[in-house]
């Protein structure tokens, strides 16, 4: 669906993005996750056309680069800030971005009214953006990205600064236009929710791909080892091992297992192991 | 083109929502073009556009009494007679313009028409209001005059005077010889003159030299005689029609407006930027040029809707009627494209919303100080009316009030018009083209 071939992107001397090749399969989402200053945000501008390569090829669904402004039309974007107009109403603005994508006049409004109903805005659509939550802006970005139903949606940290409620009614529309055939990238620095929503993840750091694989599959490869912690007759013991529950009858047959806990890698795990603990500005 | 029209209906939305913003483009310079209008058309009474002196009689004779007189008749000035330690104070603390003193022998002199010192008066002028002092001294030479004229008015009068100056001269042993014979020789031609003057029904002198021998019918008839008679018009191919001051106060009003319109739309392109919203404008499937021109498109809507909405104010409210439509046409749709122009380059001054807002203003206002937006530009000295040259806002005035009363020709509107649109475009290609499309 969208193909990145060694692209290449510098800002003077400080190279952004390091002959970076990847694929996104048609209908997946797609995780793309690095600290700050990693290259994600050049790469996503890249995918969508906000940014020229210095060298390498985008091309989205077949048609070409986004640059071309035709082949942006098969793109949503959210963008991680409000990309919203506070003194227009809810309908106002995804109305007025569903007119540049070209729609107009019965599709126009079927959109608009098919957007706001799915984020949950249908109630509220006439208010003034400038009353929404934090969350119901949120909500109101995505529907601004899906007004002109594109095939690819770009969502940059969309759950930033929502209540839980909001959180969990994004995670279910992006479930819900999987399903509809849609191809989601989805760049987060919320761990849980990459390992929660993505078929496959990419780690990237200092322009260049570090890992590329299934959730499990990163895991299961750079995740280390599982650790039990259990409280026995002899005492407190803490155990780093591939097989938890062989290592627990272990412990149960020979000193006598009290209580216990199990610590399996998670995606957090493999983020930090493959990017170092060192603090990013 | 119905995505720049999209661009245009949600910019104009956004101005009418914003009430600061609409108050700047649309009612400030109603304000300001009623304000000034108000001040110089004598809304309030007709006190008010008067030189406001007062007078030491310190001689207080008959011709002291009569040159007063003259002066309060004028209906340029008011004046009030009063001691001198009043008329200083006055003057002192702003209450009055100046104040005039008739020294003792002031009566004496102004007698002794031919002969003798002038007639002296001392003028304390206020130092802030130099302008109006020129005025004055006109008002005050031609207050002297009156006296010749009231006594060529009435031949009998003064053919009794010239004897009385002549019966003077002989008298005095204060002139010189010389002099002496000169007004020995002038006096007697002088009274010939004098009663030879034709007369109308009244005995008083009547009709210009001329008239009465039928050497020029044409000419108009002559009240009275007059040293010298001074018609004043306004410069305007229609001198018939009265040029309101709201003439001049509704072009700088409206500049103030398009002023504001042009802050605010550039402002409005940072604001986009910081907001994020030009990425999402961005990424929809229009061209750059496109996000560009919708923003242009409703810069130039506004303010043609802002300057066509206070020209019909003034056309029916304030009776400023447009000597051609069609050149004010002209002008408002230059001065729009010149400011949208400048709107494009305000934009890229600033990174953030707050410096491209005091940075923008800080040009436009300069603008207008130059340009004769605040004051016009005819008390500016003369280096800063040259300097004025290079101000859009000066160039801009000058338009509408060609097309509104001076009555400029299509060629002579060319010049400002052209002006606006070239500094328009090269703002706008400049513009663009520093234009940072991301943070």
């Not at chain 2, 044409?218 to 305007?236: G, N, T």
């Not at chain 2, 018009?417 to 328009?424: E, M, P, R, T, Y």
Request: proline share 4%.
């Amino acid at each position: 669906m969208i193909n990145l071939s060694r692209l290449r992107k510098t800002f003077g001397a400080i190279v952004a993005v390091d002959e970076l090749t990847l694929e996104i399969h048609r209908g997946e989402v797609f995780g793309l996750l690095g600290p700050n200053g990693a290259g994600k945000t050049t790469t996503v501008n890249m995918a969508v056309g906000l940014l020229k390569p210095d060298s390498g090829i985008v091309e989205v669904d077949g048609l070409g680069s986004p640059e071309n402004a035709a082949v942006r039309r098969s793109i949503g974007v959210a963008p991680q800030e409000m990309a919203i107009y506070d003194e227009m109403s809810g309908q106002e603005n995804v109305s007025f971005f569903g007119r540049l994508q070209g729609l107009a006049g019965r599709k126009l409004a079927e959109r608009v009214a098919w957007s706001l109903e799915f984020v949950g805005l249908a109630d509220r659509r006439r208010d003034r953006a400038r009353t929404y939550s934090g969350g119901m802006r949120r909500r109101l970005n995505l529907a601004i990205a899906l007004v002109h139903d594109p095939a690819v949606l770009l969502l940059d940290e969309p759950t930033v600064g929502v209540d839980p409620q909001s959180r969990n009614a994004i995670f279910e529309k992006i479930t819900s236009l999987q399903e509809r055939g849609r191809t989601i990238v989805y760049t987060t620095h919320y761990m849980e929710e990459a390992q929660r929503l993505c078929d496959r993840v990419c780690i990237i750091d200092h322009g260049r791909i570090l890992a590329l694989d299934t959730v499990e599959a990163l895991i299961a490869r750079h995740g280390g080892k599982s650790v039990v912690r259990a409280q026995t007759a002899k005492g407190e013991t803490r155990i780093e091992t591939d097989d938890p529950v062989t290592e627990l009858k272990r412990l149960q047959e020979t000193g006598g297992l009290e209580h216990f806990s199990v610590d399996r890698p998670d995606l957090e795990q493999v983020f930090l192991n493959l990017t170092g603990r060192r603090l990013r500005d | 083109m119905s995505a720049i029209l999209a661009l245009v209906v949600k910019d104009l939305r956004l101005l009418l929502r914003d009430k600061a913003g609409f108050i700047f483009a649309f009612v400030f310079p109603l304000v300001y073009a009623i304000f000034f209008g108000a001040i110089f058309s004598n809304v309030g009474g007709e006190a008010t556009s008067k030189l406001r002196v007062a007078v030491v009689d310190e001689d207080g004779s008959e011709e002291s009494r009569s040159f007063v007189e003259s002066l309060t008749k004028t209906s340029q000035v008011e004046a009030v007679t009063t001691s001198r330690e009043e008329a200083v104070e006055s003057v002192r603390h702003g209450r009055r313009l100046a104040y005039i003193t008739l020294p003792k022998g002031f009566g004496a002199r102004r007698d002794g028409m031919f002969w003798g010192d002038p007639p002296n008066v001392a003028v304390g002028i206020d130092p802030s209001r130099q302008a109006e002092a020129a005025m004055l001294q006109g008002i005050l030479i031609r207050c002297s005059f009156e006296r010749m004229q009231d006594m060529f008015q009435r031949p009998e009068v003064m053919a009794g005077r010239v004897d009385e100056w002549m019966k003077r001269v002989q008298a005095a042993d204060d002139i010189s010889p010389a002099w002496r014979a000169a007004l020995e020789l002038f006096f007697p031609a002088f009274k010939s003159f004098v009663q030879n003057i034709p007369r109308d029904e009244s005995g008083n002198a009547a009709s210009q030299p001329g008239t009465a021998t039928g050497r020029a019918q044409s000419s108009p008839a002559r009240s009275s005689w007059q040293p010298v008679a001074i018609d004043v018009e306004p410069v305007a191919p229609q001198a018939s029609v009265k040029i309101s001051s709201y003439a001049w106060s509704f072009p700088q009003g409206i500049i103030w407006g398009v002023i504001g319109c042009a802050a605010a739309f550039g402002i409005s392109l940072v604001v986009e930027r910081t907001n994020g919203t030009l990425v999402r404008l961005r990424t929809a499937p229009i061209a750059r040029w496109q996000i560009l021109a919708g923003k242009a498109g409703a810069c130039f809507v506004t303010t043609v809707c802002m300057t066509t909405a206070l020209l019909l104010l003034a056309a029916f409210v304030f009776n400023v009627r447009p000597q051609s439509v069609w050149l004010l046409v002209m002008a408002v749709v230059s001065v729009a494209l010149g400011f949208v122009g400048i709107m494009m380059l305000l934009s890229v001054l600033g990174k953030t919303e707050q410096s491209a807002g005091g940075i923008g203003w800080a040009v436009l206002l300069v603008m207008a100080m130059l340009g004769g937006g605040m004051v016009p530009r005819i008390f500016m000295p003369s280096w800063m009316q040259m300097v004025s040259h290079i101000s859009p806002v000066k160039w801009a005035i000058h338009a509408m009030e060609g097309a509104l009363w001076r009555g400029f020709s299509p060629a002579e509107m060319a010049v400002p018009c052209a002006v606006l649109i070239g500094v328009g475009l090269a703002c706008f290609a400049l513009g663009v083209r520093a234009f940072r499309w991301s943070n």
